[in-house]
């Protein structure tokens, strides 16, 4: 079946800008993490959902970042004011159950440039 | 918070064994895992152990787990050039509801032919 996709695979904006990173979960998973990967670095936990709700957003850097949920599946990660510091592969997972299926399943990722 | 730690690099020769080493600080871990990331790809599971064990097995990989020492390994027999990749560890903890990874840095694992 299908796995984790994420759109766009690259992208490229200026300091300032505004950008949205869409994470499309595999059908039926109810929990979905956000994870920020820095060049050289393992991943780093940025929020998670459980349904629609954000269940943790504990990793979030600072109030440019948001993300949402709103049907359930689909995911939008948005980064206002965007900075230098934010260029990272924003990674996008998805799993089963809340808890008994332990298993997070990746997607692509979305490599964000910020110049 | 929680701490995860690797090496930065491994190189064998094909047909050698690989190990590659990880220790964590978190002593309520419960979870600990591998993940493999090729270039340009996704993070890819390979497996994972409960805490209440010491040793999984799963055809090459073997994945031994010292509590005491909060130290965790991971042995590929018979290593192939298709092995080349980057080696993540990951713990995730019982007092996390939502099973948050913690990732270690990553273990470049270079096999020549």
């Known amino acids: 079946g299908a796995g984790v996709s994420q759109t766009p695979s690259n992208k490229v904006t200026e300091k300032g800008k505004y950008v949205e990173l869409r994470c499309d979960p595999i059908s039926g998973h109810t929990a979905l993490y956000w994870y920020r990967q820095s060049l050289g670095q393992g991943p780093e936990f940025l929020i998670y959902f459980q349904g629609t709700g954000a269940a943790d957003d504990s990793g979030l850097p600072n109030d440019r970042f948001f993300a949402v949920r709103p049907e359930g599946s689909v995911s939008t990660l948005k980064i206002q004011r965007t900075e230098r510091g934010d260029s990272a592969v924003y990674l996008c997972?998805?799993?089963?159950?809340?808890?008994?299926?332990?298993?997070?399943?990746f997607g692509p990722g979305t490599r964000l440039t910020v110049l | 918070g929680e701490d995860v730690e690797q090496s930065l690099f491994l190189s064998v020769r094909e047909g050698d064994s690989s190990v590659i080493n990880c220790t964590y600080t978190d002593s309520s871990s419960t979870y600990l895992y591998w993940y493999k990331q090729e270039p340009g790809a996704g993070l890819q599971l390979l497996t994972y152990?409960?805490?209440?064990?010491d040793m999984k097995q799963d055809q090459r990989l073997t994945v031994l787990l010292n509590k005491k020492d909060k130290h965790l390994s991971l042995r590929i027999a018979d290593t192939q050039t298709g092995d080349s990749a980057i080696y993540f560890c990951?713990?995730?903890?019982?007092?996390?509801?939502?099973?948050?990874?913690?990732f270690g840095g990553g273990t470049r694992l270079m096999v020549k032919p």
């Open positions: 997972a998805s799993s089963p159950y809340r808890q008994g299926r332990i298993e997070q399943f």
């Open positions: 152990i409960f805490s209440n064990m």
């Open positions: 990951a713990e995730s903890s019982v007092d996390n509801a939502g099973n948050m990874l913690t």
